[in-house]
């Protein structure tokens, strides 16, 4: 268990830019994969995208709008977000789990996520 922490969720318009950051409150993330997920008002959680040490995946609805890096020296993962729309607006929260195959499930650690609120 690693305890998350995320940060930049704030109200923005449709086609701005803005990064949202997920650390480890003094733990360290470099043993972990690190997914981000988003949950809509009235719909379930979904994947938006994760990133391992060899590898990044990220779901069809932002792909080429949504980058996920890391931050070795600042212990974080960033998720920027680029030309959002409406539909993005959601609670994204950061997960972690031990190095997997699979990257869009599995996660045992989560963070409480900010919101991010989409106008048109």
């Known amino acids: 268990q690693v305890n998350l922490v995320e940060s930049g969720g704030r109200v923005v318009q449709a086609g701005d830019s803005l990064t949202l950051t997920c650390d480890a409150n003094?733990?360290?993330?470099?043993?972990?994969?690190i997914g981000w997920f988003r949950q809509a008002p009235g719909k379930d959680r979904e994947f938006v995208a994760a990133?391992?040490?060899?590898?990044?995946v990220d779901e069809d609805s932002v792909k080429g709008r949504f980058t996920l890096s890391r931050d070795n020296d600042k212990n974080a993962v960033h998720l920027q977000m680029n030309n959002v729309i409406p539909e993005d607006t959601a609670i994204y929260s950061c997960a972690a789990q031990p190095a997997s195959s699979d990257l869009r499930s599995g996660y045992g650690s989560w963070g409480q996520g900010p919101q991010v609120p989409v106008s048109s």
């Open positions: 003094g733990d360290t993330l470099r043993r972990y994969s």
């Open positions: 990133i391992s040490w060899i590898t990044t």
